[in-house]
């Protein structure tokens, strides 16, 4: 036998006895004596094993609507919403909501729900709603997705190549793209692969600066939507406002980040960027990027015909290879005149703005001089009695990692920051917190007591709270240096 649902109650007025009665003293008059119309949201649900699901409708009937019966016996349903005895009056109107958590027992099954809606004349309205334990209930994803902010250099002619790519765990029903001051309207519809497509199309633009607006609508088979709004702008001289430098070698991996790949940089001045970045090994392959989810349409690296300038052509640039190892690189370029320059600095001139030696016992733990303590920090979802403590690179003083993974579940990070341990739970001491709560790209100092060679300015108090592309397990590296977090999967 199956274990009886726990079911949560989305109105309050679903918290009503179970019992209905009409008071056989209350007569109530006839208005049309019609039966009640009762529409459903929708009779086809799908569900899975330890999720919720709704059942919705509208109830209308000018007599009055007496109670709404919701029946299942597998389910071990049998819910009745007396509107008489909630309201003390019947209603003319009544829009259903129900909510069931399903059982853990039921993966594969499917059910037929009856909801029955009765007037104070007793006429009766029957419809019932299916529902699929190995339904489809999530919308596609973009795997790699369109950047929201892309520019298409102008010179003779204006393309954009567009390329995305979407996953759904069923079946894709629909791609299409629609960019509307241009007339530019396309649809996919069949695909080799049901589950995975990349969308790669060249789009000519009318040739002079101008900025257009562009719909991504993903559908799957049973009408499940995913939209992704971006702004594409035509210039022949774009100013970026945000640039990223990028160490990896595919789209897949610019989007299978939970943050810090790409890793921003620092906008100087017009078309000017600054960018500093932690070489461990020789031989990195590094580009600038003015979109985060893609090598195109603009990749900033060496010019194959003059490799002391850039070129922003991604069909061209090489990449600018980092040959010294344990070193730090500054990176200056101007995007207009295409120079650059390269400076490397030992991890022993970075200035770190945390107080004390990691690791060593230096911390004043009452401060009053009364006892030191080991100072060191890590990664907290809680407060500083509840640290994941980092390994300090043996190379880069100013480098850490978490030695176990973090397993996270897709969606919304729940919140972290990184905190140094105390035992009674001081906030403060040193800490590093977010420039953006669920966008963040950089960690900045917040603590109390810094290294007085720190001369950066004070972040503000915001936890991380990134999204999750997908559940598994992850990496979590920091340079308290660059105040750059970098959370990737685990390979």
Same mark, same amino acid.
């Given at each position: 036998?199956?274990?009886?649902?726990?079911?949560?109650?989305?109105?309050?007025?679903?918290?009503?006895?179970?019992?209905?009665?009409?008071?056989?003293?209350?007569?109530?008059?006839?208005?049309?004596?019609?039966?009640?119309?009762?529409?459903?949201?929708?009779?086809?649900?799908?569900?899975?094993?330890?999720?919720?699901?709704?059942?919705?409708?509208?109830?209308?009937?000018?007599?009055?609507?007496?109670?709404?019966?919701?029946?299942?016996?597998?389910?071990?349903?049998?819910?009745?919403?007396?509107?008489?005895?909630?309201?003390?009056?019947?209603?003319?109107?009544?829009?259903?909501?129900?909510?069931?958590?399903?059982?853990?027992?039921?993966?594969?099954?499917?059910?037929?729900?009856?909801?029955?809606?009765?007037?104070?004349?007793?006429?009766?309205?029957?419809?019932?709603?299916?529902?699929?334990?190995?339904?489809?209930?999530?919308?596609?994803?973009?795997?790699?997705?369109?950047?929201?902010?892309?520019?298409?250099?102008?010179?003779?002619?204006?393309?954009?190549?567009?390329?995305?790519?979407?996953?759904?765990?069923?079946?894709?029903?629909?791609?299409?793209?629609?960019?509307?001051?241009?007339?530019?309207?396309?649809?996919?519809?069949?695909?080799?692969?049901?589950?995975?497509?990349?969308?790669?199309?060249?789009?000519?633009?009318?040739?002079?600066?101008?900025?257009?607006?562009?719909?991504?609508?993903?559908?799957?088979?049973?009408?499940?939507?995913?939209?992704?709004?971006?702004?594409?702008?035509?210039?022949?001289?774009?100013?970026?406002?945000?640039?990223?430098?990028?160490?990896?070698?595919?789209?897949?991996?610019?989007?299978?980040?939970?943050?810090?790949?790409?890793?921003?940089?620092?906008?100087?001045?017009?078309?000017?960027?600054?960018?500093?970045?932690?070489?461990?090994?020789?031989?990195?392959?590094?580009?600038?990027?003015?979109?985060?989810?893609?090598?195109?349409?603009?990749?900033?690296?060496?010019?194959? $015909?003059?490799? %002391?300038?850039?070129?922003? +052509?991604?069909?061209?640039? @090489? !990449?600018? &290879?980092?040959?010294?190892?344990?070193?730090?690189?500054?990176?200056?370029?101007?995007?207009?005149?295409?120079?650059?320059?390269?400076?490397?600095?030992?991890?022993?001139?970075?200035?770190?703005?945390?107080?004390?030696?990691?690791?060593?016992?230096?911390?004043?733990?009452?401060?009053?001089?009364?006892?030191?303590?080991?100072?060191?920090?890590?990664?907290?979802?809680?407060?500083?009695?509840?640290?994941?403590?980092?390994?300090?690179?043996?190379?880069?003083?100013?480098?850490?990692?978490?030695?176990?993974?973090?397993?996270?579940?897709?969606?919304?990070?729940?919140?972290?920051?990184?905190?140094?341990?105390?035992?009674?739970?001081?906030?403060?001491?040193?800490?590093?917190?977010?420039?953006?709560?669920?966008?963040?790209?950089?960690?900045?100092?917040?603590?109390?007591?810094?290294? $007085?060679?720190? %001369?950066?300015?004070?972040? +503000?108090?915001?936890?991380? @709270? !990134?999204? &999750?592309?997908?559940?598994?397990?992850?990496?979590?590296?920091?340079?308290?240096?660059?105040?750059?977090?970098?959370?990737?999967?685990?390979?």
């Amino acid at each position: 036998m199956k274990k009886k649902h726990t079911m949560l109650y989305a109105l309050a007025a679903l918290m009503s006895a179970a019992c209905v009665s009409c008071d056989d003293k209350e007569t109530w008059p006839t208005v049309d004596g019609n039966e009640p119309e009762l529409t459903l949201e929708s009779t086809e649900i799908g569900s899975r094993i330890g999720r919720t699901f709704n059942i919705r409708g509208k109830v209308s009937d000018a007599d009055g609507i007496q109670y709404i019966k919701l029946e299942c016996l597998p389910l071990y349903l049998e819910k009745t919403i007396d509107i008489v005895d909630i309201y003390g009056e019947p209603l003319t109107e009544y829009d259903l909501d129900y909510q069931i958590t399903s059982d853990l027992t039921e993966a594969g099954d499917v059910f037929d729900v009856t909801v029955t809606a009765v007037d104070v004349l007793g006429k009766v309205s029957t419809c019932k709603v299916r529902i699929d334990m190995n339904g489809d209930i999530d919308a596609p994803v973009f795997s790699i997705a369109p950047a929201e902010e892309m520019t298409v250099i102008l010179k003779d002619a204006a393309t954009l190549d567009l390329s995305f790519t979407v996953t759904d765990d069923r079946a894709l029903g629909s791609v299409s793209v629609a960019i509307p001051a241009i007339d530019f309207s396309d649809e996919v519809t069949e695909f080799a692969n049901p589950r995975e497509y990349t969308y790669e199309r060249s789009v000519t633009l009318p040739a002079v600066n101008a900025d257009y607006e562009m719909t991504v609508t993903v559908a799957d088979a049973v009408g499940l939507v995913t939209e992704r709004a971006c702004t594409i702008h035509v210039s022949d001289t774009p100013d970026f406002a945000k640039m990223w430098l990028a160490d990896v070698a595919t789209a897949q991996e610019l989007n299978s980040d939970v943050m810090g790949v790409p890793m921003l940089i620092n906008h100087t001045g017009q078309f000017c960027y600054e960018a500093r970045y932690y070489n461990a090994k020789a031989g990195t392959e590094i580009y600038f990027l003015p979109q985060r989810t893609d090598f195109k349409p603009i990749c900033y690296g060496l010019d194959p $015909a003059d490799p %002391t300038r850039l070129t922003g +052509d991604a069909d061209k640039a @090489k !990449p600018i &290879v980092l040959d010294q190892a344990k070193q730090y690189y500054h990176l200056t370029f101007n995007i207009l005149t295409k120079e650059y320059t390269i400076d490397t600095y030992s991890p022993a001139m970075a200035v770190v703005p945390y107080p004390h030696t990691f690791g060593a016992m230096e911390m004043d733990q009452w401060e009053d001089g009364s006892e030191l303590t080991e100072f060191w920090f890590g990664y907290t979802t809680d407060g500083p009695t509840s640290i994941q403590r980092f390994s300090q690179d043996a190379d880069n003083p100013c480098l850490f990692t978490l030695d176990d993974p973090l397993t996270l579940k897709a969606g919304n990070h729940s919140g972290f920051i990184i905190h140094n341990y105390h035992s009674d739970g001081w906030w403060n001491y040193c800490t590093w917190r977010a420039d953006n709560e669920f966008d963040p790209e950089h960690a900045g100092y917040y603590g109390k007591a810094k290294n $007085a060679a720190w %001369t950066e300015p004070m972040a +503000d108090d915001i936890w991380f @709270k !990134p999204p &999750v592309p997908a559940d598994g397990n992850y990496r979590l590296t920091f340079d308290a240096h660059l105040g750059h977090i970098k959370i990737v999967p685990v390979k």
